[in-house]
């Protein structure tokens, strides 16, 4: 039976052209989802939840999701943002306002697979990393941050971040409501104490992330770590990528055991994943990127964007 089948999932990696990728999974028998990335500019989770500077945020804090009202309006805001400087107050010229990308799960007994397809169109060199061209990165939580189930990316996107309008520090990282005491518009609070840190770490309040960096022609290069206090790379690395450019487009593989220990959630049946995916196009850096509104995940069966199934 396996040494019927190679050949043939050989052949299928050949037939869509991106004959670098790993032939763990035939993607071509996976269903992927189009999604929309959107240029969010300063739109940080402060001003999105403060009535006076979006007229969401009354019904967002009543209940009503990120997507329940802008699924499918996301070029249209990302076009809006990605010029106007009252949003963006250092607009980088001819920036497109959104990239679409095709999104793929799989998984096999031991191991979780994620794929990435995306065409990041005529990007500007905005020089603000010079050395990686591309980044992708996928953050998800298992239903223990409310923030993250809620609003995706938007939990770790804050006011007081590097490159944000109340950012002092330029290392300041992306961080998680329920790692602070006293937040309001303008961001921050106070760190809790590090043991109750440990305490939310301990519980799994913490998101996951994986990140891919890219350049044509090379190998990826990619970190996993947790986003809580701060965001912090895992001090042993469990997810790989491999990644090929091809007729103006990317596709990334990530794959990780679906048991992958500490600072790694634990992926199988019966669990709602929220997930958001972001990229960096151009050289660029910090919050210089596109986002993707909440989307979910499930193992096996489930209500949920993508059905992670076993590769047939
Ligand atoms: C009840 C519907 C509703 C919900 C829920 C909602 N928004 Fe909005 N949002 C709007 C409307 C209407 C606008 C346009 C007017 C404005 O800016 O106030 C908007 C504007 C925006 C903008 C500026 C770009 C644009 O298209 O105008 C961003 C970014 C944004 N919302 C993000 C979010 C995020 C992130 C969440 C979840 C945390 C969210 N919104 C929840 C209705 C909503």
Redesign the pocket.
């Known amino acids: 039976m396996t040494s019927a089948k190679l050949p043939l999932i050989a052949l299928a990696a050949a037939l869509t052209g991106f004959s670098g990728e790993s032939l763990a999974v035939d993607w071509s028998k996976v269903q992927g989802k189009d999604i929309t990335l959107?240029y969010?500019?300063q739109?940080s989770?402060e001003l999105?939840?403060t009535q006076a500077?979006?007229?969401?945020?009354s019904?967002?804090r009543e209940g009503?999701?990120?997507r329940?009202?802008?699924e499918g309006?996301e070029d249209?805001?990302g076009n809006?943002?990605v010029g106007d400087k009252s949003?963006e107050p250092t607009p980088i010229a001819d920036k497109p306002g959104f990239v679409k990308a095709n999104i793929k799960f799989s998984r096999d007994d031991a191991n979780l697979f994620v794929r990435v397809e995306f065409a990041p169109g005529k990007q500007p060199d905005a020089k603000m990393d010079p050395k990686v061209d591309t980044r992708v990165a996928v953050m998800f939580d298992d239903g223990k941050v409310t923030e993250v189930a809620?609003?995706?990316c938007?939990a770790a996107c804050h006011i007081d971040l590097a490159k944000m309008p109340k950012g002092t520090d330029d290392g300041a990282t992306m961080y998680l409501p329920k790692s602070r005491n006293g937040m309001t518009r303008e961001g921050g609070g106070v760190v809790k104490p590090a043991d109750e840190i440990a305490n939310i770490r301990a519980e799994g309040g913490y998101a996951e992330y994986w990140e891919a960096s890219l350049n044509p022609g090379a190998p990826a290069a990619v970190v996993d770590g947790t986003i809580l206090d701060k965001r912090q790379e895992n001090a042993a690395h469990a997810v790989t990528a491999n990644a090929v450019f091809e007729n103006g487009k990317w596709a990334v593989e990530f794959s990780r055991k679906l048991a992958a220990g500490e600072g790694h959630k634990d992926i199988g049946p019966g669990k709602l994943y929220t997930v958001g995916f972001a990229i960096h196009a151009g050289h660029t850096n910090k919050r210089f990127h596109y986002v993707s509104?909440e989307k979910t995940f499930a193992v096996d069966s489930g209500k949920a964007d993508f059905i992670v199934k076993k590769s047939p």
């Open positions: 959107l969010p500019a739109m989770w999105v939840l500077e979006h007229s969401g945020a019904k967002f009503k999701d990120c329940q009202c802008h309006d249209s805001s809006l943002m949003i809620r609003g995706g938007w509104l």
